[in-house]
Structures are given as structure tokens and as C-alpha cells.
């Protein structure tokens, strides 16, 4: 680089740098609005509100954290994660919730630079793995995890107790109907 000439960190070079940083408490609308949009934009089937991403990530109490792209500050993607710890490896990691960029900025690697900010932070903090679930109809975002080199494991499924499910597992005995 020439004497003088200064890029941003963490942006591609051009009018328009991609910025990438750690998401704060006023990212709670942008990061619910980007749920939403996930969701198909129906925000009823999302059972969260700004205010508990605020409270629960976003605050001092964190049980996650996240990322957040921007491009000539918009919000232009994110990553939502929390750290994780294998009895089988011995070691810590990060779960990945949800990756998600805007759209308008898809086709601009933000996605894939979300992803290696993570990696590289958690590597930073001892970590040596990174896992995520990928909905079984998403082939777009199955292929370009493959294309990371975050594969599928075949011998993983994963299961889950919500709403019902898990009141019954916390009730004595835990039977279902």
C-alpha cells in the first residue's frame, strides 16, 4: 500500500466499504426486522420482540452475540451467534443462530466475510469449531456453506423439545399425549 493511502479494516476496497462490527443494543430493531424477513416476513411466526433481543444478546447479559455488516451505514447483513462447548472434543466454540444479509447487498461476499470474522474471533478466544443448523429446504445456503467448507455431518440430526414439547419434558414425569 502506498505511503499515505489508507483503507478501512474490515471493508473491500471502492466507494462503498463493507464494515463489519460488534452488534450493540440499537441494532435490536434492524437485527428483529432482519428475523422477520427470514421468516418470510411474517413477523407472526416470530415469538421475539426488539426488546428481548435487547435484553437477552444485546444488553450486559449476554446469551448471545452477533455481528453486523454495513455498507455506507446501513445495515446490510448479520450474524447471530453464542459460544458453544464439545465434551467429545474437549474444546470450545461458537453455534451459529442466524446469518442473514440484506437482498439488495446479496452477490457482495458479506455472508461469507460474516462468517470468517467469526471464525477468526473465536479462534482468538480458544475456540476451535463453528457449527449451525441449515433448514432442510434452504439448497442455497446448504451450498454455500458447503462452499466454506462447513459441511454436514450425516451422523448429526438435530432434535428439539419447543412450547408443548418442552412444558411436558418439565412437568414430573414428562409424558406426552
Known amino acids: 500500500m502506498a505511503k499515505g493511502i489508507r483503507m478501512a479494516a474490515n471493508s473491500l476496497s471502492g466507494p462503498d466499504p463493507i464494515i463489519i462490527r460488534p452488534a450493540v443494543p440499537d441494532d435490536a430493531e434492524a437485527v428483529h426486522a432482519a428475523i422477520v424477513k427470514m421468516a418470510g416476513g411474517v413477523a407472526d411466526r ?47 466454540g461458537v ?10 447487498f446479496r452477490g457482495r461476499n458479506i455472508g461469507e466475510r460474516l462468517i470468517r470474522r467469526l471464525a477468526s ?6 475456540g476451535t469449531y463453528l457449527r449451525l443448523a441449515v433448514d432442510v429446504d434452504n439448497v442455497s445456503a446448504q451450498a454455500f456453506y458447503e462452499r466454506l467448507g462447513i459441511v454436514r455431518y450425516p451422523a448429526d440430526h438435530i432434535h428439539a423439545a419447543y412450547d408443548y414439547a418442552f412444558q411436558a419434558l418439565c412437568e414430573r414425569g414428562g409424558e406426552l399425549p
Open 46 to 92: 416470530i415469538g421475539s420482540a426488539p426488546e428481548d433481543l435487547r435484553r437477552h444478546g444485546l444488553g450486559p447479559h449476554k446469551a448471545f452475540s452477533g455481528l453486523i455488516a454495513e455498507i455506507g451505514g446501513e445495515f446490510a447483513g448479520m450474524c447471530l451467534y453464542f459460544p458453544s462447548f464439545s465434551t467429545w472434543r474437549g474444546t470450545s
Open 95 to 104: 453455534y451459529v443462530q442466524d446469518l442473514f444479509v440484506e437482498p439488495r
Open 121 to 126: 474471533l473465536t479462534r482468538e478466544q480458544g
